[in-house]
T-cell receptor, first 113, second 112 residues
Framework: GENVEQHPSTLSVQEGDSAVIKCTYSDSASNYFPWYKQELGKRPQLIID?????GEKKDQRIAVTLNKTAKHFSLHITETQPEDSAVYFC????????????FGKGTTLSVSS | DSGVTQTPKHLITATGQRVTLRCSPRSGDLSVYWYQQSLDQGLQFLIQ???????AKGNILERFSAQQFPDLHSELNLSSLELGDSALYFC???????????FGQGTRLTVV
């Protein structure tokens, strides 16, 4: 089964700075890696995902990179804004059958203006 | 609005009691997942159902059980409740595995 490790657990940046969150996974057969954002008191929502056949994907200020050899993937947020403050979760499929998502423990990002 | 509906939003009950949480997935989604979110444990996967059948199990206690009905809604039953079961319980659904999972707004369970 999959095991997902996420670092750091907390991250504080100044508005306009970049933020990077890293995750490692254990199952080399995993092929889908989403990132979810959870604002205080709200549900987790998908912000970006990447499949194992690509190394990088970008959507405006956010990007995700994947290194299959090292079994890690990262979330990059550029030009951070106060509204980026939230908890971010990475995830990977539970097993090769691609069933449920196993989540990292989350990173609390604080962006101060 | 994700299209996933969970009821009730809040539930307060006493230790030793039994409760049922309900989830209606997005229209057309066959997979339903249950997650438990405690303050220090992130999103813990409990169980998945696909088109009425159990597909995967996570860290679900024996006191907990779930099922998915023919109309695809799902229920999570929690029995012999303990203080440590207090948490936010999320249901999520997806069209198929390996695609975006949409979360409901959660049920906050408080055991007193």
């Amino acid at each position: 089964g999959e095991n997902v490790e996420q670092h750091p657990s907390t991250l504080s940046v100044q508005e306009g700075d970049s933020a990077v969150i890293k995750c490692t996974y254990s199952d080399s057969a995993s092929n889908y890696f989403p990132w979810y954002k959870q604002e205080l008191g709200k549900r987790p929502q998908l912000i970006i995902d990447i499949r194992s056949n690509v190394g990088e994907k970008k959507d405006q200020r956010i990007a995700v990179t994947l290194n299959k050899t090292a079994k890690h993937f990262s979330l990059h947020i550029t030009e951070t804004q106060p509204e980026d403050s939230a908890v971010y979760f990475c995830a990977a499929p539970k097993n090769q059958a691609g069933t449920a998502l196993i989540f990292g423990k989350g990173t609390t990002l604080s962006v101060s203006s | 609005d994700s299209g996933v509906t969970q009821t009730p939003k809040h539930l307060i009950t006493a230790t030793g009691q039994r409760v049922t949480l309900r989830c209606s997935p997005r229209s057309g989604d066959l997979s339903v997942y249950w997650y438990q979110q405690s303050l220090d444990q992130g999103l813990q996967f409990l169980i998945q159902y696909y088109n009425g059948e159990e597909r995967a199990k996570g860290n679900i206690l024996e006191r907990f059980s779930a099922q998915q009905f023919p109309d695809l809604h799902s229920e999570l039953n929690l029995s012999s409740l303990e203080l440590g079961d207090s948490a936010l319980y999320f249901c999520a659904s997806s069209t198929k595995t390996g695609t975006e999972a949409f979360f409901g707004q959660g049920t906050r369970l408080t055991v007193v």
